[in-house]
């Protein structure tokens, strides 16, 4: 597959952009700054260009068959996330193209706890997160209310961090998975393999998932 990666520099970005290398896809990495450009992964195809500018995202779709958002706003810039997603979705229906989001915990039911979210349940969130929590949690929203657009939005859960390919995972929809502790949780290289095999083989449409061990 041709695939076009957004926030291909980081954390999560730079890990879908190997799992993706490694099966044989070739990965147009974007970036913001010419400085990115040098710390992307090996074998990327690199482009610079911005997420929030929905004609450029049409246009540097075009030939290919996906594109994928790991995007994240800067500290203290969280509030753009809901117009970055606005763009992508209105940049990936004008080329037609499927878009896998990479979004946010916060939105996931909580098991048991009726009515509950990650964002909503007392206490659950640390303050530092509360507003990237709320920004991905308003990106949700957008992308459940948008019937144009191809998309896709995959839920990490609360814990995701680096770590190593086991290359294993579960699936949920709207609630958490967690382990036999309580605990839900994945590490970014397994997120990545999971987003992965949705790329390849497409089972959520217009539709949430998560993953985790
Ligand atoms: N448990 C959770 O729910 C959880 C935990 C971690 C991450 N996440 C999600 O995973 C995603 C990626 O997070 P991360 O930790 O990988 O973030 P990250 O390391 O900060 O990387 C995000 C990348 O997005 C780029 N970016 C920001 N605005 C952009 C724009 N307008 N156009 C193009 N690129 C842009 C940034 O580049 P610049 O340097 O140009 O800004 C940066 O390289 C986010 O959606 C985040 O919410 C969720």
Redesign the pocket.
């Known amino acids: 597959m041709h695939i076009i990666l957004?926030?291909a520099?980081?954390?999560?970005?730079s890990r879908v952009a190997n799992e993706a290398i490694s099966r044989g896809h070739t990965v147009t990495a974007?970036?913001?700054?010419t400085d990115?450009l040098i710390t992307l992964p090996e074998g990327v195809v690199d482009q610079l260009?911005?997420?929030?500018d929905s004609a450029l995202v049409a246009k540097l779709s075009e030939g290919q068959d996906l594109i994928i958002s790991?995007?994240?706003?800067?500290e203290g810039s969280e509030h753009?996330l809901p117009l970055?997603t606005k763009s992508l979705l209105a940049g990936a229906a004008q080329s037609k193209k499927r878009l896998l989001i990479?979004?946010?915990?916060?939105s996931l039911e909580i098991p048991g706890e009726k009515d509950q979210t990650v964002l909503t349940a007392p206490g659950f969130l640390p303050p530092s997160v509360l507003d990237?929590a709320r920004a991905?949690a308003e990106q949700h929203n957008i992308c459940r209310e948008n019937i144009e657009t191809k998309w896709t939005y995959i839920?990490?859960?609360?814990?995701?961090t680096p770590g190593v390919r086991t290359g294993h995972y579960r699936l949920g929809s709207e609630q958490l998975v967690v382990d036999q502790n309580g605990q839900s949780a994945i590490s970014m290289e397994d997120f990545a393999v999971a987003l992965i095999d949705e790329a390849e083989h497409p089972k959520h449409h217009q539709t949430r998932f998560t993953a985790a061990y």
């Open positions: 957004f926030g520099a980081g954390n999560v970005g974007i970036v913001r700054k990115q260009g911005d997420a929030g790991a995007i994240r706003p800067s753009l970055l990479v979004g946010g915990a916060a990237i991905c839920s990490p859960p609360p814990m995701l």
